[in-house]
């Protein structure tokens, strides 16, 4: 790996993010938590997944409000490398069909009466998804009643994932699904899918391993269906088995190309630059989303006094300890900086100079006690900006994603990023 073109790649990147937080500080200065997100990380990420999925189509996975990163800022970065976008709320899928009008777009839960007739009424034409007979019906009823098609996707629990698939056992099970939907006139199978839930620890090579036998599991159900579709004369569906962590480990040698569908990968957090160091991640993506803060204040407090609730560290030093307060607690960085019963916090942000600056005891909800003064030296003050999550300065020192997600307690990336992106405290902006 050549580290100087990382770094200085790292450092142009650090110095866009600044231009821009300078450049809106009008528009979000009265919202403390600063969140940008990296437009050209975003769209190398993208590439990369791109160019490795090879002929299957990469549909973009934006719910969640886009993982926090704000579905709107990233959908239309993302619409000229994708063949198909999903998430799952009404106003997220609402802003993808503006962003991408002909895009098939899939919701990727089953929805609520209320919200899939909402959707079908404002004509966005959502693959909606359904986990029984009755719900099926349902979705026939609401499109029929305006008198247009319901487009499924139909998600297979192969893998015993146990919420969106249709669950089987045998043939018959496979037959009794494909009968049902062929008799509802207005409905059709615009996709069919599996989602492997534990690929993320995949050894594709091994033969016992859960995700691979699932994935047989599925490959003869979709066989089934697909044979029973084309003897009812039906358009050949769409077929989808992998995210993230089972594209990567699974998708150079898709066991399902031999079935003759259009195939697709649904990639999340590959996009975002969140996979990276996991067993089964895109190499080369990098983080897409920034977070800093200012220094609200600094205060001294001397040797034998105590910071945060419960007093959860005392001041050991004989001159005493400097502390920067800042203007975001654990509504925004969540559970492990609190601290509850932790006096000795592995957290640290960075300062301006990329200087590590630890957090001292147990945290408020919206206001946070760190070290003034980093091990190398320098000394924060009043409106210096902190990083609270960046892969800037090299992602072995940064409070990267991962690394957070480690230190509230091995959370999900994604719960990290939710929390940072979408706090009453947080501005988002693209740079
Ligand atoms: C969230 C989700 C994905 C994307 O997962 P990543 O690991 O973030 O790529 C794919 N498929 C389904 C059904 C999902 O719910």
Not at 179 to 201: E, F, R, Y
Not at 210 to 223: D, I, Q
Request: aromatic share 6%; charged share 20%.
């Amino acid at each position: 790996m050549n580290m100087h073109a990382n770094s200085s790649s790292s450092a142009s990147r650090r110095w866009r993010f600044n231009e821009a937080v300078a450049a809106c500080q009008d528009i979000i200065g009265d919202r403390p938590v600063l969140v940008g997100i990296d437009c050209e990380a975003l769209k190398i990420n993208a590439g990369i997944v791109r160019k490795r999925l090879g002929n299957r189509g990469l549909c973009a996975i934006l719910k969640g409000d886009a993982y926090g990163h704000g579905v709107k800022l990233v959908s239309s970065l993302l619409v000229d490398k994708c063949t198909h976008m999903a998430a799952v709320d009404n106003y997220e899928l609402e802003a993808l069909r503006e962003v991408a009008p002909d895009m098939p777009l899939l919701r990727l839960r089953v929805g609520a009466d209320t919200e899939i007739n909402h959707a079908a009424r404002a004509g966005w034409r959502v693959r909606e998804m359904a986990a029984s007979r009755d719900k099926l019906e349902r979705i026939s009823d609401i499109y029929a009643h305006l008198g247009t098609q319901a487009e499924i996707h139909l998600s297979l629990d192969a893998a015993g994932l146990g919420r969106n698939g249709f669950s089987f056992q045998n043939l018959d099970d496979i037959e009794n699904l494909a009968q049902d939907i062929t008799s509802m006139p207005n409905v059709s199978i615009a996709s069919i899918a599996c989602h492997l839930p534990d690929a993320g620890n995949a050894n594709p090579f091994h033969r016992n391993d859960p995700s691979r036998v699932a994935l047989e599991r599925f490959r003869w159900a979709a066989r089934a269906l697909l044979r029973h579709l084309r003897e009812e004369g039906r358009q050949l569906p769409e077929i989808s088995a992998f995210s993230s962590a089972s594209s990567y480990a699974f998708g150079e040698h898709d066991p399902l190309g031999e079935l003759g569908c259009q195939m697709f990968d649904r990639i999340g957090s590959s996009l975002l630059g969140l996979t990276e160091g996991n067993r089964h991640g895109e190499q080369g993506t990098t983080q897409v989303m920034h977070v800093s803060t200012h220094v609200c204040d600094v205060v001294h407090r001397r040797a034998g006094e105590s910071i945060g609730y419960e007093h959860a560290y005392t001041v050991d030093n004989a001159n005493g300890e400097s502390v920067a307060l800042l203007g975001a607690g654990w509504l925004t960085l969540s559970r492990y900086h609190q601290g509850i019963g932790k006096t000795d916090l592995p957290a640290w942000c960075l300062g301006p100079d990329g200087a590590r600056h630890n957090f001292l005891g147990r945290q408020s909800m919206n206001i946070s006690t760190i070290k003034a003064k980093s091990a190398a030296g320098s000394t924060l003050k009043i409106g210096d900006m902190c990083y609270l999550t960046t892969d800037f300065h090299g992602a072995d020192r940064g409070p990267t994603i991962a690394r957070v997600a480690e230190w509230m307690g091995g959370v999900q990336h994604e719960f990290v990023t939710s929390s940072f992106g979408a706090t009453p405290s947080s501005s988002r902006f693209l740079f």
